[in-house]
């Protein structure tokens, strides 16, 4: 299957792509550093690519807490 390309006479438009492409490699980022989950839709479902991350965070916050 091929993909179409669309010519995008706005050159302001053709950057939104882009943009958005590095912002959720950012998001993406700040989620793994910060232990938070961090969702996208994957195979007809939503799912947490941070999922481990955020385990192991909340056993970390759980036994600092009672320290």
Same mark, same amino acid.
């Given at each position: 299957?091929?993909?179409?390309?669309?010519?995008?006479?706005?050159?302001?438009?053709?950057?939104? %792509?882009? =943009?958005?492409?590095?912002? =959720? =490699?950012?998001?993406? *980022?700040?989620?793994?550093?910060? %232990?938070?989950?961090?969702?996208?839709?994957? %195979? %007809?479902?939503?799912?947490?690519?941070?999922?481990?991350?955020?385990?192991?965070? =909340?056993?970390?916050?759980?036994?600092? *807490?009672?320290?």
């Amino acid at each position: 299957m091929r993909t179409k390309r669309v010519r995008v006479r706005d050159s302001d438009l053709a950057k939104v %792509g882009p =943009a958005l492409k590095r912002a =959720a =490699a950012q998001a993406k *980022r700040l989620a793994i550093q910060s %232990g938070t989950p961090f969702y996208v839709w994957k %195979g %007809g479902r939503v799912v947490d690519l941070n999922k481990r991350s955020v385990v192991s965070y =909340a056993v970390r916050e759980r036994k600092s *807490r009672y320290r």
